[in-house]
């Protein structure tokens, strides 16, 4: 198995969810570790289960998943954005570091649309890394999973870190960061 280009995939898979976790912890005002965990945790399983539905998908349905997996990455992050913008409107700054959330459902929307593309990239995995066997497969999606789960877990700390300096700009900045990422994973996949 070729782990450094494991590792590269890895982390390449990992960028959306580590922006998105940096938005969260800047967004959410009562980041403390269980709820970093859950924003990581959730992160890391959907960035290793999209892999392992697209390596079992297999050549079959690579087209299908190639037609519309950009559309609903678009779709989902561009409504999110929009909605955390809309959202950090009626909001006032001095509320602002005390009342923002995250719901459960907002959370696996934002898992699902940043982890679509490892959802293709399950289909080239085995190749790509060397992982000719069910249990090197196991292996690959699960170092996906560890790293995206790290990688997460620092983004929301440092935009906890970050967060209140910028009152209810960070919210703004966050859309504006979850609206650039759908529109980066749509035009990679339709013009590269």
């Not at 450094?4 to 009562?30: E, P």
């Not at 965990?37 to 998943?65: D, H, N, T, Y």
């Not at 700054?93 to 399950?122: H, N, R």
């Not at 292996?139 to 996906?144: G, T, V």
Request: net charge positive; charged share 15%.
């Amino acid at each position: 198995m070729d782990y450094i280009s494991l590792f590269g995939i890895a982390v390449g898979l990992s960028m959306d969810a580590f922006a998105v976790s940096i938005t969260n912890g800047a967004v959410l005002k009562k980041v403390n570790l269980l709820t970093a965990l859950r924003i990581a945790a959730c992160f890391g399983i959907f960035q290793g289960a999209m892999p392992l539905i697209g390596w079992s998908i297999g050549k079959v349905g690579e087209q299908l998943i190639h037609t519309v997996d950009h559309w609903i990455a678009l779709i989902l992050l561009c409504y999110l954005g929009i909605k955390m913008i809309w959202d950090s409107r009626k909001k006032d700054e001095a509320a602002f570091c005390e009342k923002s959330t995250l719901k459960t459902k907002t959370l696996l929307a934002m898992a699902v649309a940043t982890s679509i593309d490892a959802l293709a990239t399950g289909v080239i995995l085995p190749s790509a890394v060397g992982a000719e066997t069910l249990i090197q497969m196991i292996c690959s999606i699960s170092a996906i999973s560890v790293i995206t789960f790290i990688l997460c877990l620092i983004g929301v700390f440092l935009g906890k870190k970050f967060g209140c300096l910028l009152h209810n700009k960070s919210s703004i900045l966050g859309g504006i960061v979850l609206i650039c990422i759908g529109i980066k994973i749509f035009v990679e996949q339709m013009f590269f």
